[in-house]
């Protein structure tokens, strides 16, 4: 059923290069932003088993092919097979997606992300799973899920409920915009580096494959000292935390309500807009998920992550996924019609069955791999 829906043909939607020691996967759909689709993520999964089993496989490096990494899943196929009544479809990409993070995460190989322009969603759940993270002055990542009837989803909970204080809440439920600098800043990346030395980097890097050991010290040698601008978000953690630190997301909003009142930053005002435009029930999923996700290693996020989306796509409980993505992408500048309308009808029972594990003896669930080294690997690469 899945094959019905799958992008329209593209040739070479991923690129795979090989040389001593090193294989490259490109992300080549530039005219897509490199969104991920369903055949993408099936190609490099197929690779992926090769390079492991390969010994003199040692540094694995993904990136995007022209001024975009990754901005996320292909959101308009899933969508377009959930108006067709096929919503498995769906599910089956969500599946091997996340199959896909978690492999990356649980790696023996050293793997290298050139994050160089937007990252976002499905790029993020693929990125954050290296070991290295690069980026540069034109990287931007964000979040934006909840503004679009859906959530943080791809382990993406597991990384920002480790950021600093609650910096992690803020990003996920007002779906702001980092920097490359800022990212640097709060742990999402490892590096920083400028776009004009990558592809020397690249070199570099392929040149150390025969001792990964040395890894570091060779993106050291292209690193830059990046400095937060004065009005950068992460400048003002004693603020977020204070706020982001409530129970509930309404309580969040009149936290930032109140130092609105007391005259402050410009940012406050675009997190209060962001929040109130999005989906309410998207905001309390979010908030819960990243909560959860600080007592959860990254496979249990995962496994949750799938269940969240198996609801959301399934569009029993609400649409408003349907709702956000109609708006967004097919009739943009429309706002859209949430339901229910507003945070307080939204209660924590409506909220518990996003959470609650699936059991549909049709569907193929996700069933994730036994690793080894899970311990080491699952360490936390902030």
Not at 162 to 189: I, K, S
Not at 312 to 332: N, W, Y
Request: include cysteine.
């Amino acid at each position: 059923m899945a094959s019905r829906f799958l992008s329209l043909p593209e040739t070479d939607q991923v690129l795979f290069e090989e040389s001593p020691g090193v294989r490259k996967m490109i992300l080549n759909r530039p005219n897509k932003l490199n969104s991920l689709s369903y055949e993408m993520i099936t190609q490099i999964l197929r690779k992926l088993e090769v390079y492991e089993n390969d010994p003199t496989v040692k540094l694995l490096i993904l990136k995007g092919q022209g001024k975009v990494f990754c901005s996320g899943g292909d959101v308009v196929a899933m969508v377009l097979s959930i108006y067709g009544g096929h919503w498995s479809f769906g599910e089956s990409f969500y599946r091997k997606q996340i199959t896909l993070d978690y492999l990356f995460a649980t790696s023996e190989k050293t793997l290298v992300s050139l994050i160089n322009g937007i990252v976002m969603g499905g790029g993020v759940g693929l990125s954050m799973n290296s070991r290295f993270r690069v980026v540069t002055e034109n990287t931007v990542f964000a979040m934006p899920e909840a503004q679009m009837g859906h959530f943080p989803d791809v382990g993406v909970s597991y990384f920002l409920s480790r950021l600093p204080g609650f910096f992690g809440e803020y990003l996920g439920l007002t779906g702001a915009q980092l920097n490359g600098t800022e990212m640097l800043a709060c742990g999402l990346a490892t590096h920083f580096v400028l776009s004009k030395d990558l592809l020397l980097l690249e070199t570099a890097l392929s040149e150390a494959a025969s001792d990964t050991s040395t890894i570091p010290k060779v993106i050291n040698r292209f690193a830059r000292k990046t400095f937060l601008k004065q009005d950068s978000a992460f400048m003002r953690l004693e603020i977020i935390n204070k706020c982001f630190s409530a129970k509930t997301v309404e309580e969040i909003l009149l936290l930032l309500q109140n130092e609105v009142a007391n005259g402050s930053d410009a940012w406050i005002i675009e997190a209060i807009s962001s929040m109130k435009s999005a989906s309410p029930t998207s905001l309390k999923i979010t908030l819960r998920s990243i909560r959860e996700a600080r007592m959860q290693e990254l496979e249990d996020c995962l496994v949750r992550d799938y269940f969240i989306c198996y609801h959301i796509i399934q569009g029993i409980h609400s649409i408003d996924f349907l709702e956000g993505s109609r708006t967004k992408l097919f009739e943009k500048g429309k706002k859209p019609k949430w339901e229910p309308s507003k945070l307080e009808l939204v209660s924590d029972e409506m909220v518990d069955h996003y959470f609650a594990k699936v059991e549909a003896p049709d569907i193929e669930h996700l069933r994730l791999p036994a690793r080894k080294n899970i311990p080491k690997a699952l360490e936390s690469k902030l």
